[in-house]
């Protein structure tokens, strides 16, 4: 039996979901339960009734899946899966800002640790973050860490945004001198970035959107040609999804070794063994999980999530 039949089967046993982020490696990406985008991984989080989660992406990932769902066990079958850009901000460095902002609202974009969503207001995600900083009830907002998606949501919105210089070091990675060389090479092509990318790259693009808004893009387009600026992953998810349509990298392949941390093999034996298990306090779990559904609140009209806390 190869070693995908045995994920399989071992989920079915200790009834298990696998959510999997569309940057994960191809052959993790055929066996997942739900694919998708950090938004659409948060819902399929809190509303499954699987008693284990194996969480395929990065640690705030997993995390945000504990914090909605925490009598679940979360798996991240790579103990050390992290986001750097989660990194570059700190809990305290939030409550330093607050001191700085009294007036402001913190919006952080799940990008960040446990600990950040606690002390933040409400999260965002890239798919979401407009709709929260145009909802949230504040005029003045600090916004965290990702600089270029702060920075693309302040040009629609009329509001005073204090923005963390944190990064994406996949997408910053694109250069606007390739996405005009590719876009030259196939002028027809349609050029879709995600916000996370520079601005003189957003300022090329004929579209900017989230993973899952580019899904919905690459299905909808009437061109047959499309230049993804995003991680690898995604090209990988759209070839197999849509194979009458051909998707190109904007510049040379941009990928998320963290992301890639992630193999059939460690899947296999975070079901077999348990590992590595999500542990966060309750304290940090109640804090956070506020942020966390004031998020789903303003991206989904109010909608009520399941809810365990
Ligand atoms: S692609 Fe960028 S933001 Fe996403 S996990 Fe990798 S480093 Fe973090």
């Known amino acids: 039996m190869n070693l995908q039949n045995k994920i399989k089967k071992l989920k079915e046993k200790n ?18 339960d739900y694919l998708g985008d ?10 499954t009734d699987a008693d284990t989660i ?54 952080s974009y799940v990008n960040t640790s446990a600990e ?17 900083v145009k909802n949230i009830e504040a005029d003045k907002i600090i916004f965290t860490p990702d ?22 070091y996949v997408h910053s990675r694109i250069t606007p001198e390739e996405v005009k060389t590719i876009k030259n090479k196939i002028p027809d092509a349609p050029l879709i970035v995600h916000p996370e990318c520079r601005k003189e790259v957003i300022d090329l693009a004929d579209k900017v959107g989230s993973t899952a808004d580019m899904v919905k893009f690459a299905r909808e387009t009437e061109a047959k040609r499309i ?4 991680e690898e992953g995604l090209i990988t998810r759209l070839k197999r999804e849509i194979p009458d349509k051909k998707f190109f990298p904007a510049g040379t392949s941009k990928i998320c070794q963290n992301m890639k941390k ?26 956070a999980k506020k942020s966390l559904n004031r998020m789903l609140e303003y991206s989904n009209t109010f909608k009520q999530i399941k809810s365990e806390v």
């Open 38 to 47: 950090s938004l659409g991984l948060a819902r399929q989080a809190a509303a």
């Open 116 to 132: 950040v969503k606690a002390v933040s207001d409400v999260c965002c995600t890239s798919s979401n973050a407009m709709e929260v």
């Open 15 to 32: 009834r298990a979901i696998l959510l999997a982020h569309n940057y994960q490696r191809k052959e993790i990406q055929e066996i997942a």
């Open 227 to 230: 230049i993804m600026g995003t």
């Open 262 to 287: 992630i193999t059939l093999e460690s899947v296999y034996f975070s079901l077999k063994k348990d590992q590595y298990e999500i542990h966060l306090s309750d304290e940090i779990i109640k804090s």
């Open 54 to 107: 194996i969480f395929c992406g990065v640690k705030f990932m997993a995390e945000t899946a504990k914090i909605l769902s925490p009598s679940k066990k979360v798996l991240l079958p790579e103990i050390d899966a992290g986001c750097p850009m989660a990194n570059m901000i700190t809990a305290k460095d939030i409550i330093e800002l607050r001191h700085k902002h009294p007036d402001a609202k913190v919006v």
């Open 147 to 168: 600089a270029n998606l702060g920075h693309w949501v302040q040009r629609f919105v009329d509001k005073e945004m204090i923005i963390w210089d944190g990064f994406c």
